[in-house]
């Protein structure tokens, strides 16, 4: 006769904890960001570099404003909205300050499902 195994709490927790601990172990601490990717970057960093409102940079993406949307979120390559300034001869007054930003990769972005 086959005798039965009811799990107490502790061997839930230590099933729990060495799950997590497994998972944990198979994520990268870095996401690896290759030398010629440019990092994203969101409204509110785009904004302090050209020192505009949040209200004026949501009216130059009407008007055409290269950005990109992303799970509800809008970010923004450097060299796609500085392409864009100088192709419509919006020189900004101030040159783009750049302000400390978490880089976030297109690939991050992307790639979650």
């Not at 601490?29 to 969101?42: D, H, I, K």
């Not at 950005?67 to 100088?86: D, I, N």
């Amino acid at each position: 006769m086959d005798t039965l195994f009811i799990p107490n709490e502790g061997d839930f927790r230590r099933w729990i904890k060495d799950a997590v601990k497994e998972c944990l172990e198979n994520i990268p601490t870095q996401p690896m960001q290759t030398e010629g990717e440019e990092p994203l970057l969101t409204r509110k960093e785009i904004a302090g570099m050209f020192r505009i409102s949040l209200v004026t940079l949501h009216d130059w993406m009407k008007r055409g404003l290269p950005c990109h949307k992303q799970r509800g979120r809008v970010y923004f390559l450097r060299s796609e909205v500085l392409g864009y300034l100088k192709q419509k001869g919006n020189k900004p007054l101030i040159e783009p300050e750049y302000p400390p930003y978490l880089p976030i990769s297109a690939i991050d972005v992307t790639s979650k499902k």
